[in-house]
T-cell receptor, first 119, second 113 residues
Framework: AQKITQTQPGMFVQEKEAVTLDCTYD???????LFWYKQPSSGEMIFLIY??????QNATEGRYSLNFQKARKSANLVISASQLGDSAMYFC????????????????FGKGTKLSVKP | DGGITQSPKYLFRKEGQNVTLSCEQN?????MYWYRQDPGQGLRLIYY???????QKGDIAEGYSVSREKKESFPLTVTSAQKNPTAFYLC????????????FGAGTRLSVL
């Protein structure tokens, strides 16, 4: 079974509107971390936001927020006030277990969602 | 500026040839990683290293080799045993603590001639 599922291969959003990118995850480990990365056409992966499984509040970083619903095992990314520069691939990723080294520190990536912002 | 430098940006491999992709970081990170990305896919882990002189295989290590002689450097060799090497290769590093946020280089695109 896939550990990280991103069900939207592509999304369109009008400039200045908000958009939600879906991510569901599968783990039996009580300690895990969830990450979102942005990959523009240049190829570099840019870290956006992190949510720990024990964090009480949803993470926010500027225009990015993470809608963390633990019982549903979902970690959706919300981008507010979309800009043309937000057009890119977006990847959800998970790290299982406490990161004391070894394979527990590694990230598992979803297949991504391509976001296109329309002017 | 601190960051991760991958070189070259583009690389071409001939049949039966080994090629080496460079990854250097000046972030003083302990852990380094190599990922492979195929079109329309997420990243898959090739190798990772938590400390100098130690590294572990990831999910798709066959046909690849690495070394970690210095903290700053984690080169990846794509050997002739890798029959389908055409892909985008990304190197990352992290503090290997708590959140383990991985920061990435700009990538190397490898093609077969």
């Amino acid at each position: 079974a896939q550990k990280i599922t991103q069900t939207q291969p592509g999304m369109f959003v009008q400039e200045k509107e908000a958009v939600t990118l879906d991510c569901t995850y599968d783990t039996s480990d009580p300690s895990y971390g969830l990450f979102w990365y942005k990959q523009p056409s240049s190829g570099e992966m840019i870290f956006l936001i992190y949510q720990g499984s024990y964090d009480q509040q949803n993470a926010t970083e500027g225009r990015y927020s993470l809608n963390f619903q633990k019982a549903r095992k979902s970690a959706n990314l919300v981008i507010s006030a979309s800009q043309l520069g937000d057009s890119a691939m977006y990847f959800c990723a998970m790290r299982e277990g406490r990161n004391y080294g070894g394979s527990q520190g590694n990230l598992i990536f979803g297949k991504g969602t391509k976001l296109s912002v329309k002017p | 500026d601190g960051g991760i430098t991958q070189s070259p940006k583009y690389l071409f491999r001939k049949e039966g040839q080994n090629v080496t992709l460079s990854c250097e970081q000046n972030l003083n990170h302990d852990a380094m990683y190599w990922y492979r990305q195929d079109p329309g896919q997420g990243l898959r882990l090739i190798y990772y290293s938590q400390i100098v002189n130690d590294f572990q295989k990831g999910d798709i290590a066959e046909g690849y080799s690495v070394s970690r002689e210095k903290k700053e450097s984690f080169p990846l060799t794509v050997t002739s045993a890798q029959k389908n090497p055409t892909a985008f290769y990304l190197c990352a590093s992290s503090m290997a603590l708590a959140k383990n946020i991985q920061y990435f280089g700009a990538g190397t695109r490898l093609s077969v001639l």
